[in-house]
């Protein structure tokens, strides 16, 4: 692998957490008002111990989106490019949500509107008991300086 | 022997297909695509790794491995990858040299061919009008499935001005796209290091089956 990634990007930061955060305890409440606010009529996930839809993990941010070695100005030359989410264990009222964010991936590649990078930011989601709960990766993409 | 040259699995990033789903439905659309294999052209990578043998015996259709990767003349589809070649060229760099490429690739047992030449910024066409010809090119992709309207037909006039061998290909990235492009050749082919010969030889034509999925 090379020393420096697009962007001007140090390969070893690949991998590297760049943020953490552990939310509050999950109430039957907020699983039901998600559920609610998606048009859901699954009847599990309005009863008195409910289960989450999956993509109530999305609720779950962190703090930071990406690694804050990348320079904020970059993200105005791009856009969302899209994510792919693992789905592990439901959440379940009172579990609680560890997030860790990780800098997973960053690479170029070319397309009929020119020169593109994409940053990956991992979030690696975990419950109470250590149990993987989701696994989101957030792809961003970015224009190189000097691409229109 | 009808073969889709140019496909996408989930080994590259901006695909979701699977190489069950491709089978699938190349099985289920037998009818209107006589595709007797393809080529999994990952996105600047060669997977090494992956074993479909044992689909290939369940589906009865060929799967190929090959590349797709980038370079200063736009993207090129490596056939015959080899570990010498993975040892000469970073597949990963999207700014690797068209011409070391196409003349390498050719010392090393493969052969690379062009695609989506008709394409801005990464087709050839577009960098023809600037750079001059690359040496060695035998054929260049003249039917890709992802193409735009007028991108195919910019490739027709290439083809005749340099006498270049046509091939086809889907450049599916998603199942339903599979096969919609091929490449038809007058003999059976084997395996990947038959593919290379199989396109050294000529004879082959470039196929669009798009009209037949629209149905009556």
Redesign the interface.
């Known amino acids: 692998m090379n020393d420096t990634l697009p962007l001007g990007i140090d390969a070893t930061l690949i991998g590297t957490e760049f943020d953490s955060s552990t939310s509050k305890p999950v109430t039957a409440a907020d699983i039901q008002e998600y559920a609610a606010s998606l048009g859901e009529t699954y009847a599990g996930y309005f009863g008195p111990d409910p289960v989450a839809p999956p993509t109530f993990c999305m609720k779950f941010r962190g703090n930071r989106f990406s690694h804050p070695s990348i320079p904020a100005e970059a993200f105005r030359r791009g856009f969302d490019a899209g994510k792919d989410i693992h789905f592990g264990v439901p959440i379940r009222p009172g579990d609680t949500i560890h997030t860790s964010n990780v800098l997973h991936e960053v690479?170029?590649?070319?397309?009929?509107?020119?020169?593109m990078v994409?940053v990956v930011s991992r979030q690696l989601m975990t419950n109470q008991r250590g149990e993987m709960v989701a696994t989101i990766d957030n792809r961003f993409m970015l224009r190189p300086e000097g691409d229109k | 022997m009808i073969l889709d040259l140019h496909a996408h699995s989930k080994k590259s990033?901006d695909s979701r297909a699977t190489v069950v789903g491709y089978l699938q439905w190349l099985l289920k659309k037998k009818d209107v695509l006589p595709i007797d294999g393809l080529v999994l052209t990952e996105?600047?990578q060669f997977d090494a790794d992956s074993d479909y043998r044992h689909l290939e015996d369940e589906y009865g259709i060929r799967i190929f491995k090959g590349s797709e990767v980038?370079t200063d003349y736009?993207?090129v589809l490596v056939y015959g990858v080899n570990d010498a070649m993975l040892e000469r060229f970073d597949f990963?760099n999207?700014r690797l040299n068209a011409q070391e490429l196409i003349t390498d690739v050719e010392e090393l047992g493969g052969i690379a061919v062009p695609c989506h030449p008709g394409?801005?910024?990464?087709g050839l066409c577009e960098h023809y009008r600037n750079k001059p010809p690359l040496e060695g090119v035998r054929a260049v992709e003249l039917l890709n499935g992802g193409s735009r309207k007028g991108e195919n037909e910019r490739v027709e006039e290439l083809v005749k001005k340099y006498r270049y061998g046509a091939i086809g290909g889907s450049d599916s990235h998603l199942v339903s796209f599979i096969g919609i492009c091929a490449t038809e050749f007058p003999r059976e082919v084997s395996d990947e290091e038959d593919l290379v010969r199989a396109l050294r030889e000529g004879g082959f034509r470039a196929l669009d089956f798009r009209d037949r999925l629209k149905g009556p």
């Open positions: 690479y170029e590649k070319t397309g009929r509107s020119g020169s994409f | 990033e996105h600047r980038e736009g993207h990963s999207v394409r801005p910024t990464v």
